[in-house]
């Protein structure tokens, strides 16, 4: 699996990424056990870089990660967290709609 630096002196982060989101019913039912072979395997595979958020499921997503990852080393794999920080954006007339940024006008 390529590798790419993250920064100038960060991690090796695989260049294929796994996004969870699709594994906490955001596209329908989610099959629990598939997810957790499908992160299992990832990682077996060369990949190292998981895709989270909170909002998954609401937290639901996490909670997976963690049972997929119970048994592997930390040093293994890098997690990308997404956080829905609505309350800040909504202070600078901002809102998330639709999963894009966007202004409200004033």
Do not use: W
Request: proline fraction near 2%; charge should be negative.
């Amino acid at each position: 699996m390529k590798t790419n630096v993250l920064g100038k002196n960060g991690p090796l982060s695989s260049a294929v990424g796994l996004g969870c989101m699709g594994m906490s019913d955001f596209y329908g039912p989610a099959d629990r056990s598939e997810s957790v072979a499908t992160i299992k395997s990832a990682i077996d595979s060369g990949v190292n870089l998981l895709d989270t958020g909170d909002f998954y499921g609401m937290g639901h997503n996490e909670l997976l990660l963690s049972e997929a990852l119970s048994a592997v080393a930390r040093e293994r794999y890098l997690l990308s967290v997404n956080l829905v920080l609505k309350e800040i954006l909504m202070e600078h007339g901002m809102d998330l709609m639709g999963g894009q940024l966007q202004l409200k006008l004033l």
